[in-house]
C-alpha cells in the first residue's frame, strides 16, 4: 500500500465542535480548529496532512462557532480537493455525542477519527496496516512524551493491546494522540450509546485488551491551552 493510498477508501471524521474556553482568551471568536498557525490556519494544516496519505472525505462535526469554518470553507482555502461534509450539532453533544450525530454521514467500514485541536506527524500508512493487521474493532494512535501529566497516560502490553488509562500521570509516558480507527461496527455501538465523552465513556470503559495502540515515532502537539498554541508552529510549521 502506498502512502498516498492508505485513507483513499477510509472516512475521516474530526471533533471539532469544542467551546476552546481554556484559550478563548487568546483567540477570541475563533474556533480552535481555524487558530492561525504559521501563517495557516490549523484545519488547513490538518487536511494538507490527511491528503498526503489519500483522504478523499472528511467530515467535520462541529459545533460552536460553526459558521466560522463554513465560511473559510467556502473561501476555498485548504490546498487539496478533499470533500468535506459538516456536520453541526444543536448543542454540545460531547466528542462521542459528535460522532453519534455525525454516524450516518461515516460509510466507510472503517472510519479514521481524530481530535480538531491535536497535530501528529504520524505515518498513517503504518497506522492503518498495523490496525487491519490486528483484526481489533478500536485502534488508538499513541505517542510518548516527556511529560504525560496533563494528558493521561496509556499503559500499552507487550503485545500492543491497551491495559489501562491513567489519569494525571507525571512523567515520561505514552499517551492517547486523539487520533483513531473504528470499525463500523464499532461506531455502530457508540451511536447506540448514550456516551459523552469518547474518551472517558467510550475508551476508558472497554475491557483490558480489548483496543490496540499504535505506538508512532513522531511529533505531537495539543493547541489547546495559550501555552501549547504558542510553540504550534514549531511542530507544524514545515510538516503538514
Request: hydrophobic share 50%.
Amino acid at each position: 500500500m502506498r502512502p498516498e493510498d492508505a485513507l483513499a477508501t477510509i472516512d475521516v471524521a474530526v471533533l471539532a465542535g469544542g467551546l476552546g474556553t481554556r484559550i478563548r482568551s487568546v483567540l477570541g471568536d475563533t474556533p480552535k480548529v481555524l487558530a492561525p498557525i504559521a501563517g495557516r490556519a490549523f484545519l488547513g494544516h490538518l487536511l494538507d496532512h490527511l491528503a498526503r496519505y489519500g483522504a478523499r472525505r472528511a467530515v467535520l462535526c462541529l459545533g460552536h462557532l460553526a459558521d466560522r469554518v463554513t465560511a473559510w470553507l467556502s473561501r476555498g482555502d485548504s490546498r487539496h480537493a478533499i470533500e468535506v461534509v459538516c456536520e453541526i450539532e444543536p448543542r454540545p453533544l460531547g466528542t462521542a455525542g459528535a460522532l453519534r450525530f455525525a454516524r450516518g454521514e461515516l460509510r466507510s467500514d472503517t472510519v479514521l477519527v481524530v481530535n480538531g485541536d491535536t497535530f501528529v506527524d504520524a505515518d498513517l500508512r503504518a497506522f492503518v496496516a498495523a490496525h487491519r493487521l490486528s483484526g481489533a474493532e478500536a485502534s488508538v494512535l499513541c505517542v510518548e512524551v516527556e511529560d504525560a501529566a496533563r494528558f493521561g497516560r496509556v499503559d500499552v502490553g507487550p503485545d500492543g493491546r491497551v491495559l489501562r488509562f491513567v489519569e494525571k500521570a507525571p512523567g515520561r509516558g505514552i499517551i492517547n494522540a486523539g487520533v483513531y480507527l473504528f470499525s463500523a461496527a464499532f461506531l455502530d455501538r457508540i451511536a447506540a450509546s448514550d456516551a459523552v465523552s469518547l474518551e472517558r465513556d467510550v475508551l476508558e470503559r472497554q475491557p483490558p485488551g480489548t483496543l490496540r495502540a499504535f505506538v508512532a515515532q513522531a511529533c505531537f502537539i495539543d493547541i489547546g491551552t495559550p501555552e501549547s498554541l504558542a510553540v504550534a508552529a514549531e511542530v507544524i510549521g514545515g510538516r503538514a
